[in-house]
């Protein structure tokens, strides 16, 4: 956070930071005795438009799953995935049909599922 870009990567930190808290995607709580949390970091990256200018700085919380252990701290893992035959697919019934497609970007998207354990996390650094 010593760049000169450093208040453009604190502003996008702050959005990350707001827009998990406006969806719920978890309440600040102490953590119980005998539990262990889930350490966190940051990623950053910056988004570029096609003519390679800078579209937004873009941070994002993670979780450091390296520090859980199956079987003690979770059971199974679910990530879904997007699968380019699906968008190719698309694009095909659009041609054929003559069908108009719009893309657009969405800034802040969630998977919700529901958790049978109670996952414990740490605060990113600086919240």
């Given amino acids: 956070m010593k760049a000169p870009d450093a208040d453009l990567w604190k502003k996008a930190a702050e959005e990350e930071i707001n827009s998990l808290y406006e969806n719920g995607t978890w309440e600040l709580v102490l953590l ?11 990623m950053f990256k910056i988004k570029r438009h096609a003519d390679g200018s800078i579209e937004r700085y873009k941070a994002r919380v993670v979780a450091k799953r390296y520090s859980q252990h199956p079987g003690l701290d979770y059971t199974e893992v679910f990530a879904p995935t997007f699968r380019m035959a ?8 659009s041609a054929l049909k003559g069908w108009e497609l719009h893309s657009i970007d969405i800034s802040c998207a969630f998977l919700n599922g529901d958790l ?12």
Avoid: H, N
């Avoid at 005998?34 to 940051?42: C, D, E, F, T």
């Avoid at 049978?116 to 919240?127: G, H, L």
């Fill in 86 to 93: 699906s968008l190719r697919t698309i694009i095909a019934l």
């Fill in 32 to 42: 119980p005795e005998g539990r262990k949390a889930v350490g966190s970091k940051w």
């Fill in 116 to 127: 049978e354990e109670d996952i414990y996390m740490q605060q990113p650094e600086e919240f």
